[in-house]
């Protein structure tokens, strides 16, 4: 222990970082990841080779040499800096986070490790739609391509949605949907555009949408279904009963608006409810042709 006490002085030991030979690799990494303001250390269990970042929900980023498994080899001995995210409650859930090349400097790896870990803790630690989404679309092309898609993001399509460009909140609750690729399985939740709050997660994409309808429209499930696919004759009867029978103001508001379909698990569609919320799918079984039942008994 005190053979790491002291290794931890002589990384956070100041130096200039004007020279090109910082005492060794590891306390320039130690310094940037300072100046971005995280708290490294050097594991008990590391042995000296590791330093780490904790996060909040017990899990950390550990850092090390990816060639010689150091952190005070000298700057001129640096091949590469490996991050990898850690979960103590789950060893499958570890996670490449940054992989140096030998092509770059010791001071360039650095940097972009640390740029790596930042954004991918920001991603990590992010909570709502919008901050989630946001953080995800702000990873570095460094991270993998499998850890950014672990990280939520609004699911395509759904309310908020825009491609690339940052999500904005609204100024009124909105049900939305956050997914996610875990161990190639695609996870979903509900979650809301106006504030930070999310659902439990989901395999099914109607249990996420009808979650976040629950806290942005609370009292939809009493609603009653009502027939798809009006007639030019229909119509006008249909949206009467509609109007008389859904609260004043909801669909306006992006209420969801429940029609009955045939379909087992059809899924609930974001903005083809009139006034732009979701149309909720209620499945009801086609009725059986009881002449033709009638007539084979015959």
Not at 3 to 13: K, M, P, Q, S
Not at 91 to 111: C, H, M, W
Not at 202 to 228: F, K, S, T, V, Y
Request: aromatic share 6%; hydrophobic share 35%.
């Amino acid at each position: 222990m005190r053979n790491l006490d002291d290794l931890r002085r002589r990384l956070a030991a100041p130096f200039n970082p004007n020279t090109d030979h910082p005492a060794t690799a590891g306390q320039l990494l130690w310094h940037a990841l300072t100046t971005a303001g995280h708290a490294p250390t050097v594991p008990d269990l590391s042995g000296g080779r590791t330093i780490a970042v904790d996060l909040p929900d017990r899990s950390s980023i550990q850092v090390t040499e990816n060639i010689t498994f150091t952190i005070t080899h000298a700057p001129a001995d640096h091949w590469g800096w490996s991050a990898t995210h850690v979960d103590p409650d789950d060893d499958a859930a570890s996670q490449a986070i940054y992989e140096g090349t030998r092509d770059r400097s010791l001071a360039t790896d650095s940097a972009a490790c640390v740029q790596a870990i930042t954004a991918w803790t920001a991603a990590h630690t992010a909570v709502g739609a919008i901050n989630r989404h946001n953080a995800h679309l702000a990873l570095p092309a460094t991270i993998p391509r499998n850890t950014r898609r672990s990280t939520w993001q609004l699911g395509y399509a759904a309310p908020g949605f825009r491609g690339n460009r940052p999500a904005t909140p609204t100024n009124h609750h909105t049900a939305t949907r956050l997914d996610r690729w875990v161990h190639h399985e695609l996870q979903r939740r509900g979650a809301c555009l106006s504030c930070t709050w999310e659902g439990p997660i989901r395999p099914r994409h109607n249990d996420a949408i009808e979650d976040a309808l629950d806290h942005a429209h609370p009292g939809w499930r009493d609603l009653p279904a009502l027939p798809q696919g009006a007639t030019r004759k229909s119509g006008p009867q249909l949206r009467a009963h509609r109007e008389a029978i859904y609260p004043p103001g909801w669909l306006d508001n992006g209420g969801p608006y429940k029609v009955f379909t045939t379909t087992a698990n059809d899924r609930h569609e974001a903005g083809r409810a009139p006034g732009g919320g979701y149309l909720v799918k209620v499945h009801q079984p086609e009725k059986p042709d009881t002449r033709y039942e009638q007539h084979t008994l015959l």
